[in-house]
Nanobody, 118 residues
Framework: QVQLVESGGGLVQPGGSLRLSCTAS????????MAWYRQAPGKERELVAE???????TYADSVKGRFTISRDNAKNTMYLQMHSLKPEDTAVYYC????????????WGQGTQVTVSS
């Protein structure tokens, strides 16, 4: 069973920056894609950013130009660098990974809280 562990969340003022990390229990070479999702109170979970094993990236319109997703295969870690944070970015951020086995299997981390507030 693949374990995904997020870290880096916390409280930050509007306009500030944070970097989230997601470390996997095995080589991320095996993942066809990894992604960050977030869920704010009372809202559905939404895709924030995705990166494929070919390093193709996709972003939600609400974070384009402010967030950057990346992966370090040597460290089995994916990152989300967040700049110019807004109160509406407040949410629990989840790491997600898709692994190709006989079928595609999806794994989730436990989530890390990001709170943007003055």
């Amino acid at each position: 069973q693949v374990q995904l562990v997020e870290s880096g969340g916390g409280l930050v003022q509007p306009g500030g920056s944070l970097r989230l990390s997601c470390t996997a229990s095995e080589s991320i070479f095996s993942f066809i894609a990894m992604a960050w999702y977030r869920q704010a109170p009372g809202k559905e979970r939404e895709l924030v950013a995705e990166i494929t094993n070919g390093d193709r990236t996709t972003y939600a319109d609400s974070v384009k130009g402010r967030f950057t997703i990346s992966r370090d295969n040597a460290k089995n870690t994916m990152y989300l660098q967040m700049h110019s944070l807004k109160p509406e970015d407040t949410a629990v951020y989840y790491c997600n990974a898709d692994q190709q086995r006989l079928a595609v299997v999806t794994f989730w981390g436990q989530g890390t809280q990001v709170t943007v507030s003055s």
